[in-house]
């Protein structure tokens, strides 16, 4: 059985920064693409941000030249990088990985979120 924990959330002031990480556990055969997703109260989850396994990254709009996604393939690991904070970055960051666990089918995996909270 495959999971996917965050960790790193917290609070941080304004233009503060933060790294959230995701590690990914089980009998693992391939990741493919991994990503980070956050929801606000009351909104629906976003993206932020995409890591391929050919190491290309993309990301919102809204967090392009603040938010840095990385991974340690080795580690089946990937990382946020925030810096920059804004209140409007409060949300529970998600992480998600495209994965095919051993003896099993390709398929999509969620980490139960960690809270990212940005207030002075």
């Known amino acids: 059985q495959v999971q996917l924990v965050e960790s790193g959330g917290g609070l941080v002031q304004p233009g503060g920064s933060l790294g959230l990480s995701c590690a990914a556990s089980?009998?693992?055969?391939?990741?493919?693409?991994m990503s980070w997703y956050r929801q606000a109260p009351g909104k629906q989850r976003e993206w932020v941000a995409t890591i391929a396994d050919s190491g290309i990254r993309t990301y919102a709009d809204s967090v392009k030249g603040r938010f840095t996604i990385s991974r340690d393939s080795a580690k089946n690991t990937q990382y946020l990088q925030m810096n920059s904070l804004k209140p409007e970055d409060t949300a529970v960051y998600y992480c998600k990985a495209d994965i095919i666990p051993s003896g099993s089918y390709r398929q999509l995996q969620w980490g139960q979120g960690t809270q990212v909270t940005v207030s002075s």
């Open positions: 089980g009998n693992i055969l391939r990741i493919y693409s």
